[in-house]
């Protein structure tokens, strides 16, 4: 079922850029890439999406390859806050189901 | 601008009983969607629902769950005669539109279900 794949964790240094991957290969036609995370067992948060064209938002940047098989979030100064599971989504078909799948579980550490 | 609202935010339920789930979505928001998520899982899409219409239902149990969301008040999820295997977070999410790119949803604080 799953459109993609992520690292299961991810660790990054309090103050320092928190990369995380996500490949999309089977991404097609007009499909945007969204980005969420679910603080410890809160609703997921809206993050960031995007088609083609690198994202910016207060929160991260969203970096899509040009062929849009994969996108990298980046949390430019990560805090311990910033401590969540992160989840790259697809949407499926023509509906607006999204698959959470796993995500990447992000450790912030001082 | 309120977010998604969802009420109870905690629930307790014997097994057998009912469990009604409400869910505010975000003002001008006409489109819903439920998930539910097991302990240490991610969630899982159940139903869609826009005014009076169910979307896409194929992510709900087959029996003794359903939902509606009426032309008035909130959407409801319902789940008859729960089990134990019923306790979750319950997700309400909500966006805009269906046009892909403002289909962004924004979701509730969630209710948990604990079936004793």
């Known amino acids: 079922d799953a459109k993609t794949t992520q690292p299961t964790s991810m660790d990054c240094a309090e103050g320092r850029a928190a990369n995380l991957p996500c490949n999309h290969s089977?991404?097609?036609?007009?499909?945007?890439v969204y980005w969420y995370r679910q603080i410890h067992s809160q609703g997921p948060q809206y993050i960031i999406h995007g088609l083609k064209n690198n994202e910016t938002n207060e929160m991260a940047s969203l970096i899509i390859t040009e062929d849009r098989k994969s996108s990298t979030l980046i949390l430019p100064h990560a805090t311990l806050r910033d401590t969540a599971v992160y989840y790259c989504i697809v949407r499926e078909g023509n509906f607006n189901k999204f698959y959470f799948g796993s995500g990447t579980k992000l450790n912030v550490k001082p | 601008n309120a977010g998604v609202m969802q009420n109870p935010r905690h629930l307790v339920r014997r097994r057998g009983q009912e469990a009604r789930l409400r869910c505010s979505p975000m003002?001008?928001?006409?489109?819903v969607y439920w998930y539910r998520q097991l302990p240490e899982e991610g969630l899982k899409f159940m139903v869609y629902?826009?005014?009076?219409?169910?979307?896409?239902e194929s992510g709900m149990p087959k029996e003794r769950f359903s939902a509606e969301f009426p032309k008035e008040g909130p959407s409801i999820l319902r789940i008859q005669q729960v089990v134990r295997g019923d306790s979750a977070a319950y997700f309400c999410?909500?966006?805009?539109?269906?046009?892909?790119?403002?289909?962004?949803?924004?979701f509730g604080p969630g209710t948990r279900l604990l079936v004793l």
């Open positions: 629902l826009q005014k009076e219409n169910i979307i896409d």
């Open positions: 003002k001008g928001h006409s489109h």
């Open positions: 999410a909500s966006s805009l539109n269906r046009v892909s790119g403002q289909e962004t949803q924004y």
């Open positions: 089977t991404i097609s036609g007009n499909e945007y």
